[in-house]
């Protein structure tokens, strides 16, 4: 059963209502819930598993056109939420996490498109994920949350784009996980958007990308407060939960960025671990254990590879690719994406792939992205503009 009405998350007044209208002030966005599945219904993993129910937050920004065709879908990464832009007051941080880039005549320009972010299946700021209410036993789902895959992500925010009336993107876009989403849209559904942009991800995790991802989930499983995932009611596995932070936020950084942190924080270094053991406290209070283990199942077990050619080969044209990566992004390395352009140039697909210079390293999607707003906007311009 998709729901016909939206309900607001996290605040007190009347539901925003229209689903083109989630922009309740000027620069003020609410974030709504689409409840998507019910019972009898079920949500089909690619598992073979359902969830007997599947409700997902998102955002948008701008209008929908008359002729249904401007909307852009925005994916966030591993840890982030439908907030992606303007202020939201049940946020922290209130403003978006691409809130440079979008809104009026920024990059995507709400002017002349209509943006969707949703917070993804598995998470937990409002859609359903391992801590979410099972509905068969009234507790939450814990340790019995099925594993999922980028796949089941993309799927469910297919459902909810038709709960929105839209049967066509303009584009989809995202970075590290949120770039994973766009490229799945791209193979599964390619005749479902006219361009695609994965930012700072790859095709496949790579054996180090993968011995990281392990060791975090480690750290989490390893807290006395796990309880096999079954912590709720006992408090959380802060502990590890913030080790495995701990751990991420290395990887997100080049070795020449933390550096100039660890300069700035002063000789003796202090200052340095005192700004990330900061970070991570903020991290632990907003975020769940169990999602992000479910979340980095996802992305571990995330393979393209080779697919273009069996997607492609079917007849549709498919979307317009422009895959974007950084110089100092060790933990997707620019060759990465690279060589999916090499399948996807082999499968006859357009697709260009341009590498930003950056000092940063793989949250340069976030941390700078003035680096990618005027590519963004040239690619976006031309896409709009094609017969």
Same mark, same amino acid.
């Given at each position: 059963?998709?729901?016909?009405?939206?309900?607001?998350?996290?605040?007190?007044?009347?539901?925003?209502?229209?689903?083109?209208?989630?922009?309740?002030?000027?620069?003020?966005?609410?974030?709504?819930?689409?409840?998507?599945?019910?019972?009898?219904?079920?949500?089909?993993?690619?598992?073979?598993?359902?969830?007997?129910?599947?409700?997902?937050?998102?955002?948008?920004?701008?209008? *929908?056109?008359?002729?249904?065709?401007?909307?852009?879908?925005?994916?966030?990464?591993?840890?982030?939420?439908?907030?992606?832009?303007?202020?939201?007051?049940?946020?922290?941080?209130?403003?978006?996490?691409?809130?440079?880039?979008?809104?009026?005549?920024?990059?995507?320009?709400?002017?002349?498109?209509?943006?969707?972010?949703?917070?993804?299946?598995?998470?937990?700021?409002?859609?359903?994920?391992?801590?979410?209410?099972?509905?068969?036993?009234?507790?939450?789902?814990?340790?019995?949350?099925?594993?999922?895959?980028?796949?089941?992500?993309?799927?469910?925010?297919?459902?909810?784009?038709?709960?929105?009336?839209?049967?066509?993107?303009?584009?989809?876009?995202?970075?590290?996980?949120?770039?994973?989403?766009?490229?799945?849209?791209?193979?599964?559904?390619?005749?479902?958007?006219?361009?695609?942009?994965?930012?700072?991800?790859?095709?496949?995790?790579?054996?180090?990308?993968?011995?990281?991802?392990?060791?975090? =989930?480690?750290?989490?499983?390893?807290?006395?407060?796990?309880?096999?995932?079954?912590?709720?009611?006992?408090?959380?596995?802060?502990?590890?939960?913030?080790?495995? =932070?701990?751990?991420?936020?290395?990887?997100?950084?080049?070795?020449?960025? *933390?550096?100039?942190?660890?300069?700035?924080?002063?000789?003796?270094?202090?200052?340095?671990?005192?700004?990330?053991?900061?970070?991570?406290?903020?991290?632990?209070?907003?975020?769940?254990?169990?999602?992000?283990?479910?979340?980095?199942?996802?992305?571990?077990?995330?393979?393209?590879?080779?697919?273009?050619?069996?997607?492609?080969?079917?007849?549709?044209?498919?979307?317009?690719?422009?895959?974007?990566?950084?110089?100092?992004?060790?933990?997707?390395?620019?060759?990465?994406?690279?060589?999916?352009?090499?399948?996807?140039?082999?499968?006859?697909?357009?697709?260009?792939?341009?590498?930003?210079?950056?000092?940063?390293?793989?949250?340069?999607?976030?941390?700078?992205?003035?680096?990618?707003?005027?590519?963004?906007?040239?690619?976006?311009?031309?896409?709009?503009?094609?017969?």
């Amino acid at each position: 059963m998709i729901s016909s009405q939206p309900e607001e998350i996290g605040r007190s007044s009347q539901p925003a209502g229209e689903a083109d209208c989630a922009q309740v002030a000027a620069d003020h966005v609410a974030t709504l819930a689409a409840h998507l599945i019910d019972s009898p219904d079920v949500f089909l993993l690619q598992s073979g598993a359902h969830l007997p129910q599947l409700t997902l937050a998102y955002q948008t920004y701008g209008r *929908l056109n008359e002729r249904r065709d401007n909307a852009i879908l925005v994916c966030h990464g591993f840890t982030g939420s439908a907030h992606a832009a303007g202020i939201d007051s049940n946020e922290t941080p209130g403003e978006g996490w691409w809130n440079a880039l979008i809104g009026s005549g920024k990059p995507f320009d709400t002017d002349r498109f209509f943006v969707i972010s949703s917070n993804v299946l598995g998470g937990c700021r409002g859609s359903t994920g391992p801590s979410s209410i099972d509905p068969r036993t009234s507790k939450p789902y814990g340790s019995q949350f099925p594993e999922i895959t980028i796949g089941d992500i993309v799927a469910a925010q297919r459902l909810l784009l038709r709960s929105l009336g839209i049967d066509h993107l303009l584009c989809v876009a995202g970075g590290s996980m949120g770039g994973m989403q766009a490229m799945e849209w791209g193979i599964r559904y390619p005749d479902m958007a006219s361009s695609v942009i994965p930012i700072a991800c790859a095709a496949r995790f790579s054996a180090q990308a993968l011995a990281l991802s392990i060791a975090a =989930r480690r750290a989490i499983e390893a807290d006395a407060q796990w309880h096999g995932g079954d912590y709720y009611g006992y408090g959380i596995p802060a502990r590890g939960l913030a080790a495995a =932070r701990f751990l991420a936020n290395i990887t997100y950084l080049s070795p020449g960025y *933390l550096e100039g942190r660890v300069l700035a924080a002063g000789a003796d270094r202090t200052g340095f671990q005192e700004e990330l053991d900061a970070e991570t406290r903020l991290f632990v209070n907003r975020f769940d254990a169990n999602s992000f283990i479910a979340l980095s199942l996802a992305m571990e077990s995330f393979d393209l590879t080779g697919l273009p050619d069996i997607a492609l080969s079917s007849g549709s044209q498919g979307p317009c690719w422009r895959l974007i990566s950084y110089t100092s992004d060790w933990l997707f390395p620019s060759a990465q994406l690279e060589g999916f352009l090499v399948d996807l140039h082999r499968a006859g697909a357009e697709a260009s792939h341009v590498i930003i210079e950056s000092s940063v390293g793989h949250d340069s999607f976030i941390v700078e992205p003035e680096l990618i707003a005027p590519e963004i906007r040239s690619f976006l311009s031309e896409i709009a503009s094609a017969p």
